[in-house]
């Protein structure tokens, strides 16, 4: 059992940055897979980014690639996504999530889920 908790959300200028952070309980951390999902009013919950176990893959949503990156300290039991040149589109809940295996942008392949963080983008 995995147990997620997101910090770092909040209200930002369009241009701005927001790092969000994820922290872990179990002390099998290492061994997971950690995602990136958001929801906007009205939308679907969508893939934002995702890393492997050992950081050493990592994909991301086209409308976030080149602005967003996603990194983890696993002696911290953390998962971080730092968020540069913030648009007011990217204004969502941000879920923080783990699934056992390898990378993937599904998000019924996940297996826990955080509770979510709020990210405003004004314009």
């Known amino acids: 059992q995995v147990q997620l908790v997101e910090s770092g959300g909040g209200l930002v200028q369009a241009g701005g940055s927001l790092r969000l952070s994820c922290a872990a309980s179990?002390?099998?951390?290492?061994?997971?897979?950690m995602g990136w999902f958001r929801q906007a009013p009205g939308k679907e919950r969508e893939f934002v980014a995702v890393i492997n176990w050992s950081g050493g893959a990592r994909y991301y949503a086209d409308s976030v690639k080149g602005r967003f990156t996603v990194s983890r300290d696993n002696a911290k039991n953390t998962v971080y996504l730092q968020m540069n040149t913030l648009k007011p589109e990217d204004t969502a809940i941000y879920y923080c999530?783990?699934?056992?295996?390898?990378?993937?942008?599904?998000?019924?392949?996940?297996?826990?889920w955080g509770q979510g963080t709020q990210v405003t983008v004004s314009s």
């Open positions: 999530t783990a699934r056992t295996g390898g990378v993937s942008a599904q998000r019924t392949d996940y297996d826990y």
């Open positions: 179990g002390r099998t951390f290492s061994s997971y897979s």
